[in-house]
């Protein structure tokens, strides 16, 4: 029998293949890698499912013999032979992935390259883009801090990251992961986009942004974000 692959850490990936008759975790490999916007390693999908390394190698091989998975080698680093990096094949779906996603992960590949303070920048950036996504979504409905998280909530379910907010919207479950790769290789860089783009989302809409956190791999299925200090 295989594990319950809701119970792991970390949240799912962004997106849903179309009724391909597939075990539950192999159903879940094929999500992780469709969410992606690069192709993904194998320690990335280990850390993600919590599953054994030889466990998810064999779904993937039974991925690429399907043809819904394609690999090619890893850049060299250190010794040993290069590992595999995985990525969805087009015929696994039609393949409208948020173009976000491309973006945040060639920033953060510049900035851990350039920046000697790779968070810090990150933030920033997040922050610029955070202002930039709430003017285009709108001012929300009604006036008052609760309204304004909930139009943030909104920007994350837009991005992919399928929210679940409590009954007041201070904390969201961030379910689904378009950058998993991204995430598993910088953490530090890819969460502090997400956070700033919180940060500036919130200040435009003239909400506080004391006491927003990001949670990475916080818990099973979830990243947790933090909007704001719980009263």
């Known amino acids: 029998m ?33 969410a992606q916007p690069e192709p993904t390693s194998l320690p990335a999908l280990v850390a993600v499912t919590g599953l054994h390394a030889n466990t998810v190698r064999e779904h993937l091989d039974g991925l690429l013999r399907s043809g819904l998975v394609s690999r090619r080698s890893a850049p060299p680093s250190g010794r040993g032979r290069p590992g595999w990096l995985y990525q969805a094949t087009p015929h696994s779906e039609d393949d409208p992935r948020p173009e976000y996603a491309g973006l945040a992960a060639a920033l953060a590949a510049v900035i851990v390259r350039t920046s000697t303070t790779p968070a810090e920048e990150a933030r920033r950036a997040g922050v610029d883009w955070g202002r930039r996504l709430a003017h285009d ?72 942004t004391d006491g927003v956190e990001l949670l990475p791999f916080a818990e099973p299925g979830a990243c947790v974000l933090r909007l704001g200090a719980r009263r």
């Open 137 to 208: 979504a709108g001012a929300p409905e009604q006036e008052g801090e609760e309204a304004a998280r909930r139009t943030v909530a909104g920007i994350f379910d837009d991005m992919g990251f399928a929210p679940e907010a409590d009954r007041d919207a201070t904390e969201l479950r961030l379910t689904r992961c378009p950058l998993l790769e991204a995430a598993h290789q910088h953490p530090e860089v890819v969460c502090s986009v997400h956070l700033g783009i919180t940060e500036g989302a919130l200040e435009t809409y003239g909400a506080a």
């Open 2 to 34: 295989e594990n319950n692959p809701v119970a792991r850490r970390g949240p799912r990936p962004a997106r849903t293949p179309s009724g391909r008759r597939l075990s539950p975790t192999r159903t879940a490999l094929l999500e992780t890698l469709q």
